[in-house]
């Protein structure tokens, strides 16, 4: 029966461990049993040299061996008997300095020479060894036997049996099992808790499907796009995939690096790190207008995503251009009805000539206005914007003005950009002028070219940017809406008034001047607001290079009015 290998990551890790720790116990038992082995055999063989230096110290022993015979009932065979008694040893030789034994545990082999080599200890050396001989293996010392005056003699050889070392290792080995037993034990107990927590940190899953899965994040992150940052407890990035890469700027090495050390500071900078709270957070980064969101994770850190909203708040804000369009269309049918009515009157009365007179004066009044539009500011598209937000503008009780000093050329590079930063600064006029209600409110616009430089100014009679506001009115969130009350009820109940301006939530307005600093910044210009002289604001913007150099215009526009 085959062995199955288990697909759970907290198994495969209990069977590793299991097997790592009973493989290590063994090789260190291992280790231990081999010197303590060697350790047995050099403590019997040094047991073995005192008993042989013991024997041959004996004087009488000497002397016996000079004087008598060897025989098994001699006296040299009783003293080394009596010390092989007493000390336990599995046998005590006395040879001659010819190698004939003259003591023997086996009497019959007394007068024999002996098995082993007796070279060395004849010689006057001290031997240790390992050895087998007549009696079997044992650990045996030779020692060299002088006489009184150190004549050398013979020599003394005495052997301990390899049994009794043998039991003292295996007496050693049932303790060492035990305690390496008691080792593994504690290591399985461990390898345990270390598989039930990995079994709760993966719920249960395999490595082959935690391989899958991340594949599968990899794929899922890099393909979808929303942009997905990931950061940890300590701020660092530790992923990002390729829209959000895209929409903030950022460069796949950006990977464990703090927010701070990759984007400029700012609005999205501080809606990132979770310094503004709430949900689907506007944001504008670049030229890009982006939603928010932040997700704290278990561990300290966050997830934030991003949608792109660049295009929807294009149509968003082209849709108010239409809906205005068309309020300012409705306002007009009234006002033709009205002069219709009017001019009806004056014909059935009879006053023909005051009725032709009537009908001059408006056409004259109309096409001056769009003639005056027309011959300062050249860019069709331009003068298209200002003739339609007058009509707006003037439904809401403001007057639009043209500066004397206005004249822009028809060589603008991208006309989309210029009628995007008119638009958002007239209708900001209109909101501030508006909610500030003075006896002749008006709007008045300046575009005039400085070589490739375009130059856009639009003053208005509002309350006014505070001087420690101008800068904050150009981030994102901010708006010169008044807060709500009963006259002004587009600011929402999430606004914070200071001053004429707002703080508006993430659901309301706010990011129209942001995107024309933005823009600004693109054409490495400047966008400023300063005071106008008897009350008001003047807002600045500076393009360099939205001009060509020469007077011929870049795009051409058919009978239709379409560009081409």
Excluded: C
Aim: net charge neutral; charged share 25%; no cysteine.
């Amino acid at each position: 029966m085959r062995i199955r290998w288990p697909r759970r990551v907290s198994g495969q890790v209990l069977a590793a461990q299991l097997s790592i720790t009973a493989g290590v116990m063994v090789l260190a038992t291992a280790l231990f049993l081999a010197p303590l082995s060697s350790e047995i055999d050099n403590q019997a063989m040094h047991q073995a040299l005192a008993i042989a230096q013991t024997t041959a110290a004996d004087p009488d022993i000497a002397r016996d061996l000079a004087a008598t015979d060897p025989t098994p009932s001699g006296p040299v065979q009783r003293a080394a008997e009596r010390i092989r008694r007493a000390t336990g040893a599995l046998y005590i030789v006395v040879m001659d300095s010819r190698g004939v034994r003259w003591s023997h545990t086996t009497t019959a082999r007394i007068g024999e020479h002996v098995s082993t080599d007796p070279g060395e200890a004849l010689s006057g050396r001290e031997v240790l060894q390992i050895d087998v001989g007549t009696l079997g293996r044992s650990a045996r010392a030779k020692v060299p036997l002088r006489s009184g005056d150190g004549r050398l003699i013979g020599a003394v050889s005495v052997g301990i049996g390899y049994g009794s070392v043998r039991d003292q290792l295996l007496a050693a080995v049932p303790r060492l099992l035990l305690y390496a037993g008691a080792a593994l034990g504690v290591g399985v107990l461990a390898a345990i808790a270390v598989s039930r927590h990995l079994r709760r940190r993966t719920h249960g899953v395999a490595f082959a499907d935690i391989s899958a899965l991340l594949d599968e994040r990899e794929a899922m992150l890099h393909g979808i796009r929303e942009g997905v940052v990931a950061f940890d407890r300590h701020g660092r990035i530790r992923l990002i995939n390729d829209e959000a890469g895209r929409l903030l700027g950022i460069r796949p090495d950006a990977t464990g690096r703090t927010l701070e050390e990759s984007l400029p500071p700012g609005r999205t900078t501080d809606v990132l790190a979770g310094r503004v709270d709430g949900a689907d957070l506007l944001t504008v980064s670049g030229a890009r207008v982006l939603v928010a969101n932040r997700m704290p994770t278990e561990d300290g850190g966050a997830v934030a995503t991003l949608r792109d909203r660049t295009e929807l708040e294009l149509l968003g804000r082209e849709l108010d251009s239409t809906r205005g369009l068309l309020d300012a269309l409705r306002a007009q049918d009234h006002e033709h009805a009205n002069r219709l009515h009017t001019l009806l009157g004056l014909l059935e009365l009879g006053l023909h000539e005051r009725a032709a007179q009537f009908v001059a004066e408006l056409t004259n009044a109309r096409r001056a206005s769009a003639e005056q539009i027309s011959e300062r500011v050249h860019d069709p598209l331009l003068s298209a914007l200002l003739v339609g937000k007058s009509a707006i503008v003037a439904e809401r009780g403001v007057a639009l003005r043209i500066s004397p000093a206005t004249l822009l050329p028809g060589r603008v590079v991208d006309p989309r950009d210029l009628v995007t930063v008119l638009g958002n600064l007239i209708d900001n006029a209109l909101d501030a002028v508006a909610a500030h209600p003075s006896p002749t409110p008006f709007i008045e616009v300046e575009l005039r070219a400085e070589g490739t430089t375009a130059v856009l100014r639009v003053s208005d009679t509002g309350p006014g940017v505070p001087p420690g506001m101008r800068e904050q009115i150009f981030t994102e969130g901010w708006s010169t809406k008044r807060p709500a009350h009963p006259g002004f009820p587009d600011a929402g109940p999430d606004a914070h008034s200071h001053e004429g301006f707002a703080m508006v939530s993430p659901r309301g307005r706010g990011i129209g001047l942001a995107l024309v600093r933005r823009l600004a910044e693109r054409y490495g210009g400047m966008a400023r607001v300063t005071a106008r002289a008897g009350g008001g604001a003047v807002f600045t913007v500076v393009l360099p290079e939205a001009l060509t150099g020469d007077d011929t215009p870049t795009h051409e526009f058919t009978a239709a009015g379409e560009s081409r």
